[in-house]
T-cell receptor
Framework: NAGVTQTPKFQVLKTGQSMTLQCAQD?????MYWYRQDPGMGLRLIYY???????DKGEVPNGYNVSRLNKREFSLRLESAAPSQTSVYFC????????????FGQGTRLTVV | SQKIEQNSEALNIQEGKTATLTCNYT??????LQWYRQDPGRGPVFLLL?????KEKRKERLKVTFDTTLKQSLFHITASQPADSATYLC???????????FGSGTRLLVRP
């Protein structure tokens, strides 16, 4: 049971470089999310996708783009990385109902130097 | 905008005691509120969900209350154990978009 799989687990980027964080889920969930977690800040929603082909901004979308490639995959792209984007990134998925929980990946630890 | 507040100070208690964590929210009236556990280096894991018309919900040693008048949820762990040491986050869905928003979490440390 893979659940939600994120790649890579660790990444170091230089300022200005670009990269894409990958996320895939095998639970047939419609809703997918990208969060970042910084010390003392909890989880902050970057982008949300209610279904394939739709995306919506969350609390902190600036500096990021997303792509919902299909029902399984939701990628997060940093076009020009900045040190302020150093964080742990989590992908999650859920059914599109209020009374359901989210399932999380193991996270990607990104450092921008 | 929606704001969810949890006590940022760590809660340090003795094994066997009851831990009580607080979650307060503003500017929204969610139909459901959720609690998650997060261990260091891991993603959050769902624990409990409570509906607005449920005053209390229990699961083994866990109990959650939901007071929609106070806009507050309390999370209790009875007979706490060192293995309960973790960060606990509350979450709710804002509006009809179903975006899931989290509080900053409270770290619980249970001393043997």
């Amino acid at each position: 049971n893979a659940g939600v799989t994120q790649t890579p687990k660790f990444q170091v980027l230089k300022t200005g470089q670009s990269m894409t964080l990958q996320c895939a889920q095998d639970m047939n969930h419609n809703s997918m999310y990208w969060y970042r977690q910084d010390p003392g800040m909890g989880l902050r929603l970057i982008y949300y996708s209610a279904s394939e082909g739709t995306t919506d901004k969350g609390e902190v979308p600036n500096g990021y783009n997303v792509s919902r490639l299909n029902k399984r995959e939701f990628s997060l792209r940093l076009e020009s990385a900045a040190p302020s984007q150093t964080s742990v990134y989590f992908c999650a998925s859920s059914l599109p109902r209020e009374n359901t929980e989210a399932f999380f990946g193991q996270g990607t630890r990104l450092t921008v130097v | 905008s929606q704001k969810i507040e949890q006590n940022s100070e760590a809660l340090n208690i003795q094994e066997g005691k009851t831990a009580t964590l607080t979650c307060n929210y503003t500017n929204y009236s969610p139909a459901y509120l959720q609690w998650y556990r997060q261990d260091p280096g891991r993603g959050p894991v769902f624990l409990l969900l409570i509906r607005e018309n449920e005053k209390e919900k229990r699961k083994e040693r866990l109990k959650v209350t939901f007071d929609t008048t106070l806009k507050q949820s309390l999370f209790h762990i009875t007979a706490s154990q060192p293995a309960d040491s973790a960060t606990y986050l509350c979450a709710l869905r804002m509006d009809s978009s179903y975006k899931l928003i989290f509080g900053s979490g409270t770290r619980l440390l249970v001393r043997p």
